[in-house]
């Protein structure tokens, strides 16, 4: 009588060729086979994502989802109405450039903590992403308000607070005004290594002033301060495209303004993504496929 085997073991037949010394040998018809005693592997379930999930900013619907849709357009247009870029929102660590244009264009979700950030510098109420996805509507009255954690600096003491920055940053912006008129003819060879730091300069004070009017009160001397910072940084930018041997962010800067087109047009019209154009305009490095793809759209439009 054979033995009886455990109820959670099963015979597996491997071929003679690779029978090992402890494998029993049964010959049937003069052929040799040969039996392992093993166990069952246990099933693998597969692993949903989760919101609570704690890589990286998004999650991938696996297509496009209409209320993913929904979701990220109604965020775009809010992050529009209060003049937020989204290179300032990669800048404050909210969220990264590609995980934002791929959920404000319903190709991704972003996870729970994402949200609850996005949220928040966008005003909205706790919640309100995963209800937009839903099909409800967005509670205007309360999306208007600041967020609850702030309310109870808006007041006397914020506006003090958001003057003293705008202050800050005229003073910084009149000494780049000041560097600006120093500079040499814009076709002096010098021109663009001399530029590159004040630009820099304008880039980072642009992004304290955004950030700025999410913490406290949007003054008038804020607002002021704000566009001084952008009118002097598209000033430098339109006259650097003009320089021998300019570089790729000074060219299409000046190209996309003259053209009329929004970020989000001029990465469509070279076929390259948003963040794309948003790095290359700060002077990032960016893939040679890339560079190539914006040096022809340039070309197109000039």
């Given at each position: 009588?054979?033995?009886?085997?455990?109820?959670?073991?099963?015979?597996?037949?491997?071929?003679?060729?690779?029978?090992?010394?402890?494998?029993?040998?049964?010959?049937?018809?003069?052929?040799?086979?040969?039996?392992?005693?093993?166990?069952?592997?246990?099933?693998?379930?597969?692993?949903?994502?989760?919101?609570?999930?704690?890589?990286?900013?998004?999650?991938?619907?696996?297509?496009?989802?209409?209320?993913?849709?929904?979701?990220?357009?109604?965020?775009?247009?809010?992050?529009?109405?209060?003049?937020?870029?989204?290179?300032?929102?990669?800048?404050?660590?909210?969220?990264?450039?590609?995980?934002?244009?791929?959920?404000?264009?319903?190709?991704?979700?972003?996870?729970?903590?994402?949200?609850?950030?996005l949220e928040e510098v966008l005003q909205w109420p706790t919640g309100t992403i995963a209800r937009v996805r839903r099909g409800e509507p967005i509670d205007e009255?309360?999306?208007?308000?600041?967020?609850?954690?702030?309310a109870e600096t808006d007041g006397p003491e914020s506006d003090g607070a958001a003057s003293l920055i705008a202050q800050a940053i005229v003073a910084a912006v009149?000494?780049?005004?000041?560097?600006?008129?120093?500079?040499?003819?814009?076709?002096?060879?010098?021109?663009?290594?001399?530029?590159?730091?004040?630009?820099?300069?304008?880039?980072?004070?642009?992004?304290?002033?955004?950030?700025?009017?999410?913490?406290?009160?949007?003054?008038?001397?804020?607002?002021?301060?704000?566009?001084?910072?952008?009118?002097?940084?598209?000033?430098?930018?339109?006259?650097?495209?003009?320089?021998?041997?300019?570089p790729l962010a000074q060219r299409l800067y000046a190209a996309r303004r003259r053209a009329n087109l929004s970020a989000e047009e001029t990465a469509r019209a070279?076929?390259?993504?948003?963040?794309?154009?948003?790095?290359?305009?700060?002077?990032?490095?960016?893939?040679?496929?890339?560079?190539?793809?914006?040096?022809?759209?340039?070309?197109?439009?000039?």
């Amino acid at each position: 009588m054979p033995r009886q085997l455990p109820r959670q073991l099963c015979w597996l037949c491997v071929a003679a060729t690779h029978r090992t010394r402890s494998s029993p040998v049964i010959r049937d018809g003069g052929k040799a086979l040969t039996f392992e005693i093993v166990r069952p592997p246990k099933p693998v379930e597969p692993r949903e994502p989760n919101d609570s999930d704690e890589q990286g900013d998004i999650i991938a619907t696996g297509g496009l989802d209409p209320g993913v849709v929904r979701a990220g357009a109604a965020a775009a247009a809010r992050r529009r109405e209060l003049d937020i870029s989204q290179r300032s929102l990669a800048a404050d660590g909210i969220i990264n450039a590609g995980a934002l244009i791929a959920f404000e264009k319903g190709r991704s979700w972003p996870r729970e903590r994402t949200r609850a950030k996005l949220e928040e510098v966008l005003q909205w109420p706790t919640g309100t992403i995963a209800r937009v996805r839903r099909g409800e509507p967005i509670d205007e009255a309360a999306a208007s308000a600041p967020p609850a954690e702030h309310a109870e600096t808006d007041g006397p003491e914020s506006d003090g607070a958001a003057s003293l920055i705008a202050q800050a940053i005229v003073a910084a912006v009149d000494g780049c005004s000041l560097a600006i008129a120093a500079l040499p003819p814009a076709g002096d060879p010098e021109f663009i290594e001399r530029a590159a730091p004040i630009l820099a300069d304008l880039r980072q004070l642009e992004a304290i002033a955004v950030r700025a009017t999410r913490i406290s009160q949007i003054t008038p001397e804020l607002i002021k301060a704000l566009g001084a910072v952008r009118r002097h940084r598209d000033e430098l930018m339109t006259l650097g495209a003009g320089a021998p041997d300019a570089p790729l962010a000074q060219r299409l800067y000046a190209a996309r303004r003259r053209a009329n087109l929004s970020a989000e047009e001029t990465a469509r019209a070279a076929g390259v993504t948003e963040e794309m154009v948003v790095r290359a305009e700060a002077d990032e490095t960016l893939p040679a496929g890339v560079s190539d793809a914006l040096e022809t759209l340039i070309g197109h439009i000039n």
